[in-house]
Structures are given as C-alpha cells and as structure tokens.
C-alpha cells in the first residue's frame, strides 16, 4: 500500500487545517485509516483513526478539535483541525492497518509526514 499525505503547512494559534491521506496500490482490505504525529524531538503519537465502519478514536489533546472522517470508496481518510494550537505543531503521519485474507492481520504502514506549524 502507498499513502499519499497533503495538507500541511504553516497557521496562527487559533487557525484550522485539513490533512487529507490517499492509500493506493492496496493488497488486502484496509480496517482502520488514521493519523499519528510527532512533535520535535518527542516520540510519535496516536491523534485519530477512524474504522471502516466509522468508528473514530482520538487522543484526549484533540478530542472536540480534530476530527476525522474516511471515504471507503476512494480510500481516502481526512483530518480536520481547528482551534489549532501552538502544541500541535508536529509532523503528521498517515497510518492504515489492514489484513490480508485470514493470515495477515493487523499490518500497519505509516505514509510520508506532512509538517504543520501553528505559531502563537
């Protein structure tokens, strides 16, 4: 699987982003689509998935922020961020975890970062 990431870049403290990740060349089915971020110099970290169903999760910092969504059709997963603060500035990270038949679950792939700079 290829994930394409765009959407990142630089905002004021307040300001709001959309992230958008593309999967393609996908072997399998893809259960779970999401976002993980890495501020610098820190450790990579879950802000949402989303199933294939709909359910979401989200990292309490995000939580009533950020919100993600996913078209199954065209294998696309969104992140909608608002209310954007200085301590979301991080690269992001597209992830899917999918399965291939019966033998192979849980495979998790991490796309390309995009940055996102919120100055205050």
């Known amino acids: 699987v290829q994930l394409q990431a765009s959407g990142g870049g630089l905002v004021q403290a307040g300001g709001s982003l959309r992230l958008s990740c593309a999967a393609s060349?996908?072997?399998?089915?893809?259960?779970?689509m999401g976002w993980y971020r890495q501020p610098p110099g820190d450790e990579r970290d879950l802000v949402a998935t989303?199933?294939?169903?709909?359910?979401?999760h989200y990292a309490d910092s995000v939580r009533g922020r950020f919100t993600i969504s996913r078209n199954n059709v065209r294998n696309v997963a969104y992140l909608e961020m608002s209310s954007l603060k200085p301590e979301d500035t991080a690269v992001y990270y597209c992830?899917?975890?999918?399965?291939?038949?019966?033998?192979?679950?849980?495979?998790?792939?991490w796309g390309q970062g995009t940055q996102v700079t919120v100055s205050s």
């Open positions: 992830y899917v975890r999918r399965s291939i038949g019966a033998a192979v679950t849980n495979l998790e792939t």
């Open positions: 989303i199933t294939k169903d709909g359910i979401t």
């Open positions: 060349r996908i072997v399998g089915r893809i259960a779970v």
